[in-house]
């Protein structure tokens, strides 16, 4: 079976402000383009705003006048930070179709237990976490989710190690559209396992990886007409850049020297390279920040890559208890790769320990955050073990996803780290401890 045709209501010339064109074929599609991937080649896709935009000072103006007149009287898509990016994101979408809770207007935090175990003084954490369904991944989803009502979508579908199924289960609800996930089986946290079903999303566990879900995913997509919202589609890309703008915006547009972000399929990646690009090239900023992508060990072909200069794409067998990471294929890689080179980033592997070691050190400040997520303060700290990242630069870490996306990680990690009482005491037992624990801080 083809993909389904669709009936489209003409694209008037204001509106054609963005093409698709394919990185691999440079074949080009228009902007209502029903494919995750290349029709030609199977290549990426990648989105292009034609739209003459204001630069420098003045489109800056514009996204920082937004921020006070939207904040709470708007549609929820005016009170977005993704959306009040809107010349970037997906211009020509007509306010109808746009499908936000809102999401997005995430902290920006200092803390300085997580500073001092990094090794830098200029460490903020920026916390995906605060969005509405507790990761990153909202931020994609709302511009895929616009995308699939703008093309009359059927049905949706992804591949996940759980944080996208829960974001597309939530979207795909508040734009009634039936949503289809494929999760790798007994590798998905309880959160996002009670999220992904909770809003109603139906769901498959294989017996297999998140690579071959994804494999699975893209070639059912193909067979069945269903529209792809892996972060390979184009407009997940677009409303991913927006974690970069809003924590550039969040800095007054002064570029920090690093952003640090966890890395597995390398969606994310390949959306802050692209946002670094065009921020720059509109004159958001005037240099660009260095990205530090930071992979698990068991995990981290992509870390392997970057060792001999990109030479050869590698694949591995996934292997680490950061669930949300573990990913053998990426599928962004050269999108990714290209991240990297423009702007001289850097790419890093870290072990399990060192990335609980991190969270643990997040969670007790307050902040918290889940395993994978922890990855980027571990990836920091060891840059500046190495003399990479100066003591003295300024850092931005991305946490992705909420410490309640995976809750048995998180204790665990307290009960390995010896707080809180194992078992159920009674009421002068209770006491007991108290005293006895108060008496040693
Ligand atoms: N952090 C978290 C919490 C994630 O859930 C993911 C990816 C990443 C980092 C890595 O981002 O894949 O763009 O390099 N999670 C996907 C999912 C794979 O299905 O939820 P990436």
Redesign the pocket.
């Known amino acids: 079976m083809s993909m389904p045709v669709q009936t489209l209501t003409p694209i008037t010339a204001a509106e054609q402000s963005s093409i698709v064109r394919c990185a691999s074929c440079h074949a080009t599609l228009d902007d209502r383009t029903a494919r995750a991937t290349c029709p030609n080649c199977g290549g990426l896709l990648a989105v292009e705003h034609t739209l003459a935009l204001p630069k420098g000072a003045a489109l800056r103006a514009r996204f920082d006048d937004r921020l006070g007149v939207e904040s709470f009287r708007g549609t929820a898509a005016e009170r977005s930070g993704v959306w009040r990016f809107r010349e970037l994101v997906l211009p020509a979408a007509r306010s109808e179709d746009i499908v936000s809770h809102p999401e997005g207007n995430t902290p920006l935090v200092t803390r300085a237990a997580v500073a001092s175990f990094a090794g830098v003084d200029d460490l903020w954490l920026k916390h995906e976490g605060h969005n509405p369904s507790a ?3 909202d931020r994609g989803m709302t511009a895929a989710l616009t995308q699939a009502r703008r093309i009359g979508a059927l049905a949706v579908a ?8 829960a974001s597309l289960a939530a979207y795909a609800a508040q734009a009634g559209i039936p949503a289809f996930v494929l999760v790798p089986e007994g590798r998905v946290s309880t959160g ?1 396992l009670a999220q992904t079903l909770a809003y109603g999303a139906h769901m498959i566990r294989l017996r297999g990886d ?1 690579d071959d879900c994804l494999e699975l995913a893209r070639d059912a997509s193909e067979r069945l007409g269903v529209y792809l919202v ?2 390979l589609n184009p407009f997940r890309v677009e409303g ?1 850049k927006t974690i970069v703008l809003e924590l550039l915006q969040q800095l007054a547009w002064e570029a920090p020297d690093w952003i640090a ?9 390949a ?1 802050f390279g692209k946002a670094l690009r065009e921020a720059h090239a509109l004159g958001l900023i005037d240099r660009v920040p260095r990205l530090l992508a930071v992979q698990a060990a068991g995990a981290a072909p992509f870390a392997a890559g970057f060792a001999d200069d990109f030479a050869t794409r590698r694949r591995v067998r996934a292997e680490t208890a950061a669930t ?2 573990r ?1 053998g294929d ?1 599928a ?1 890689w050269d999108r990714a790769v290209d991240a990297i080179r423009f702007s001289d980033g850097h790419v890093v592997a870290v072990t399990d320990a060192e990335i609980f070691a991190a969270k643990r050190v997040i969670d007790a400040c307050g902040v918290g955050c ?1 395993p ?2 922890a990855a980027s303060v571990a990836g920091v700290r060891l840059l500046v073990e190495r003399g990479i990242i100066g003591s003295g630069e300024r850092v931005v870490a991305v946490l ?2 909420h410490l309640l ?1 995976d809750p048995d990680a998180a204790l665990a990690a307290r009960v390995a780290g010896g707080l809180g009482s194992d078992e159920p005491l009674s009421r002068d037992e209770a006491l007991g401890h108290l005293a006895r624990v108060l008496a040693t801080t």
């Open positions: 990761s990153f991944k992804c591949a996940s190690t759980g944080n996208t199924s996002k998140f892996n972060s991913q972000l966890p890395a597995g399929n390398l969606g994310n990646t959306a949300a990471i990913i990426p962004s889940e994978a997520s992705t996803g996306k």
